[in-house]
């Protein structure tokens, strides 16, 4: 029987990609941080089996190994959080911890996993984001997160190779889950914290970051997407290196490789609300 390993699995696309792995017959062990939070999961399909795992836990991920099955067909490493602001007001210790859940947690986890995915040739993939390709204002710790994974990706695809590991890169854009249903939140939240000065100082640009965060929700495409092209990774005889669900993002891939740097920034600036003086 197929099985894989899912990080981040307590809800939204990771619970997604449970269920619906599950029910194409594989054997699905849930990472999440809380084995409350697997109760769901469980319930839902028996092939489903909630684990206790925290990317950022050495000894969580370590126990991998009295719990993975010695033939587990794939890893989908798919926590991941995001810290906003812009880049000068940014606390550091909470971009520490976005590189620590982002970038150290996925790669330890695959490390963790790699000598079961070489015996079974296996897959891994890593839910990335078109925020990997694209910095935009008000969110270059999230953006310089998901840069440093596709650099890492990128190199252990090809060292990989020997071993007929495929891996591969999820590049969504914004999708409809509650992290961006409560964007603006986070938003109001990360202003919170500021001193008045700084407040003064990035006005506009934390109106903008604002306004942006109440008008993604609204074009976000479903989670289903993504599930698609994470099940097109797992079961492609060949998978591409990359897979970027739904047309929008494809579109938004093209249209930013074709337009000049300048421009571009222009165009970000007027969404996010920084003014030229």
């Known amino acids: 029987m197929n099985s894989v390993l899912v990080t981040g699995a307590a809800r939204g696309i990771g ?12 054997q699905v062990y849930a990472g999440v941080r809380k084995l409350s939070d697997g109760e769901e999961l469980a319930a839902a399909d028996a092939r489903i089996v909630p684990v206790l795992l925290d990317v950022t836990n050495s000894q969580q991920i370590a126990a991998l190994d009295e719990v993975l099955p010695a033939d587990l067909t794939a890893v989908v490493n798919n926590a991941g959080i995001v810290a906003d602001g812009p880049v000068e ?3 550091l210790d909470e971009v520490r911890n976005q590189f620590e859940v982002n970038v150290f947690g996925a790669l330890a ?3 963790a996993v790699l000598p079961r995915l070489r015996a079974t040739k296996g897959r891994v993939v890593f839910l990335s984001s078109l925020s990997g390709r694209i910095s935009t204002p008000g969110t270059g710790a ?7 994974l596709e650099g890492l990706v990128d190199a252990l695809r090809v060292e990989l190779r020997p071993w007929g590991i495929r891996t591969v890169l999820i590049e969504p854009g914004p999708i409809a889950t509650d992290l961006w249903f409560g964007a603006v939140d986070m938003v109001d939240q990360t202003t919170s914290h500021l001193t008045d000065e700084q407040r003064t100082l990035y006005a506009g640009h934390l109106a903008g970051l604002r306004r942006m965060s109440q008008q993604v929700p609204k074009i976000a495409a479903p989670v289903a997407t993504v ?7 797992l079961t492609a005889k060949h998978p591409r ?3 970027v669900p739904g047309l929008a993002g494809k ?12 421009i571009l920034d222009t165009v ?4 996010a609300g920084v003014r030229r003086k």
Do not use: H
């Open 15 to 26: 619970k997604a990609i449970c269920v619906r792995m599950a029910q194409q017959g594989w």
């Open 241 to 243: 290196a990359r897979y």
């Open 227 to 233: 599930v698609k092209e994470v099940e097109k990774a």
């Open 89 to 91: 007001l940014l606390d």
């Open 268 to 271: 970000f600036s007027l969404v």
């Open 251 to 262: 579109i938004q891939v093209v249209a930013v490789a074709l337009t000049p740097t300048p």
């Open 109 to 111: 986890v695959t490390q």
């Open 142 to 148: 999230y953006n310089s997160s998901k840069f440093a």
